[in-house]
């Protein structure tokens, strides 16, 4: 059954399961005939994943691959207006060496992502990937993946790039991002080179890795000072929870009391006598930064305390590790709790999500 509130819910961060052969059809010769037959046109997620006797909700209920049909279901469901749609396999495109195939795969998934659900149901939003390893490409394909496919902004991955993403090599994409006036997300999914290569047991792993992930990503865009180099861009930072902001909060404040790093070019980001946390709200309050979060989060309270609750986008993760059922659960438990007020509430189901995408509904 259907939950009903009178709360609007939108769902900041969805996935699809990518469809193979429908992204293959996409793809440019001589790259589809080459990957005809090869299975995934992505490199793996790490060497993490796999290997281990490890289930999901999803996996243990032997549930199907879910498509479009599925996913409006879901929504109905669950009382969700409208999504935004990120990878799955994907999610790893940042591994990718080649730079040509690079250029031609994300083009293909983004066709295949905007013919497959984009076109099929206005309560579909994509975010497109593009190919970091070549800037100059990456810029192009932004800028057709908004202009002409209608997407909402762009995904970069957390991990797997050669450099880390405040580098110079990438400030032309945060640029192009601002010209056009769309967002850019930061996705976790990879966990390997993170220390956890050898860990036996996955729980930690997946725990951490996502949040390690965007710590060290913001970072990198924090103190490159991205945000004042480009003051009309707006970033999320996506399925790593709300605990790792706070990690930031504290330990950069602490370690930027004490260490000064000479920037000839004069410094951008928070500088020598500035807070960062209070720099980093300051991005908040502003709109420029965002983090999606579940609405089970310790933290959130005292998070809520700390930086406000602009800032926060509910994410359902669907199809993932979730089911309709605890999905419902989850929503439910945060609008009948009284640790958090109706306004915290509305923003954190809808309203912040509705800033960060630019759809007002």
Not at 36 to 53: I, K, T
Not at 183 to 203: E, K, S, T
Not at 236 to 249: D, H, P, T, V
Request: aromatic content about 10%.
């Amino acid at each position: 059954m259907a939950i009903h509130v009178t709360t609007k819910i939108v769902d900041g961060d969805g996935h699809i399961q990518e469809d193979g052969p429908g992204i293959l059809s996409h793809l440019a010769s001589p790259y589809r005939e080459i990957a005809e037959g090869r299975g995934s046109l992505f490199p793996p997620l790490d060497h993490l994943h796999a290997g281990r006797a490890v289930e999901t909700p999803p996996t243990r209920d032997r549930r199907p691959v879910v498509g479009p049909e599925g996913w409006l279901a879901f929504l109905d469901d669950v009382g969700i207006e409208w999504t935004v749609l990120y990878p799955t396999a994907a999610l790893a495109y940042g591994k990718i060496v080649s730079l040509d195939y690079a250029v031609a795969v994300t083009r293909a998934y983004n066709d295949w992502l905007h013919e497959t659900y984009l076109q099929v149901n206005p309560r579909f939003k994509g975010m497109a990937i593009v190919p970091m390893q070549d800037p100059d490409e990456a810029v192009k394909e932004l800028r057709r993946a908004v202009t002409e496919l209608g997407m909402q902004g762009a995904m970069l991955p957390s991990n797997g790039l050669a450099l880390p993403l405040g580098s110079k090599a990438y400030w032309p994409i945060y640029a192009e991002a601002e010209r056009l006036g769309c967002c850019i997300a930061v996705h976790g999914g990879c966990h390997d080179r993170f220390g956890m290569d050898h860990l036996n047991m996955y729980v930690p792993v997946h725990a951490l890795g996502h949040s390690w992930g965007l710590t060290i990503s913001c970072a990198s865009i924090v103190y490159n000072g991205i945000f004042d180099r480009f003051p009309g861009i707006h970033i999320a930072f996506l399925e790593g929870g709300i605990a790792w902001l706070l990690l930031c909060l504290e330990r950069f404040h602490s370690s930027h009391e004490t260490h000064f790093q000479y920037m000839p070019a004069g410094q951008l980001g928070p500088r020598e006598g500035e807070r960062p946390d209070k720099y980093i709200i300051k991005q908040i309050k502003e709109g420029r930064f965002f983090i999606g979060c579940e609405t089970e989060e310790l933290t959130m309270p005292f998070a809520l305390k700390v930086v406000g609750n602009e800032p926060f986008l509910y994410s359902s993760d669907f199809p993932h590790e979730v089911t309709n059922q605890s999905c419902k659960h989850d929503i439910e438990d945060l609008l009948e709790g009284d640790e958090l007020n109706q306004d915290d509430k509305e923003a954190i189901l809808a309203r912040n999500a509705e800033r960060f995408y630019g759809w007002g509904g």
